[in-house]
């Protein structure tokens, strides 16, 4: 059974939330701020985390940096803010995903369905993928990315874009491609934010993310992976 954290300082939201989750058979773990949810984190394995920006102890998005600095856990934030940037902003931080509120509980419970599954996927590839010298190294057993011997946090999306370039090197995929061979046929976020996806990705495994050497733009297409395979 998958353990769901819910970070919402609304108890009717929790509730609600909460009720789905168990229907579909997950265990649902519920934090009322952002204290309660780190203790929780620190504490209790969890498979993903619910996460409301509006909360009243700390915000939304300090508490996506302080799980990112030391984990992958996949996060679907909520929150009233509904335009483009701000959902940039969010992934940018690291989120999988972003939902706007007011939601729909059933809508909620099939994002985490998709995101646990995709997460979930057991690779029948290679074990392990080594680029430049062993400068870059995709561990697909253990879904770990090392970066000249030290690991690299990435989301489950970031190491799911990864994977699929880094398998097909020297091959350009449009931003349609990516979103469906790595983050699935149900993903509802807009192009754009495969960009943003990118320029993470990008930050956490270049050398120079302003001169990429490994995923690069091929203009007018998408992008391509051009590490040469070791």
């Known amino acids: 059974m998958k353990n769901i954290l819910i970070v919402e300082d609304e108890k009717k939201i929790r509730d609600v939330v909460s009720s789905y989750l168990e229907k579909e058979g997950y ?4 934090a009322e701020n952002g204290s309660k949810a780190i203790e929780i984190l620190s504490n209790s394995p969890i498979d993903l985390v619910i996460l409301d920006l509006m909360l009243p102890d700390t915000s939304g998005e300090e508490i996506c940096k302080r799980i990112r600095r030391g984990s992958a856990i996949p996060i679907i934030m909520l929150t009233a803010k509904a335009s483009e940037d701000d959902r940039i902003q969010g992934l ?15 809508e909620l419970v099939a994002r985490v369905k998709a995101i646990i599954r995709r997460t979930s996927e057991d690779t029948l590839l290679a074990d392990r993928i080594e680029f430049d010298n062993g400068y870059l190294v995709i561990d697909t057993l253990q879904h770990e990315v090392y970066v000249k011997d030290k690991i690299v946090s990435l989301t489950p999306n970031e190491y799911k874009m990864l994977l699929v370039l880094a398998r097909h090197p020297e091959r350009p995929f449009k931003r349609e491609e990516l979103i469906e061979k790595a983050l699935g046929f149900d993903y509802e976020g807009e192009e754009r934010t495969i960009d943003q ?6 930050q956490k495994i270049e050398p120079d993310p302003k001169q990429p050497q490994f995923i690069v733009t091929v203009f007018g297409v998408g992008y391509r992976f051009a590490g040469g395979e070791k």
């Open 92 to 106: 940018s931080l690291g989120a999988d995903d972003y939902v706007v509120k007011p939601f729909s509980p059933r």
């Open 197 to 202: 996806h990118i320029k993470n990705l990008r």
């Open 27 to 30: 265990n649902p773990i519920e």
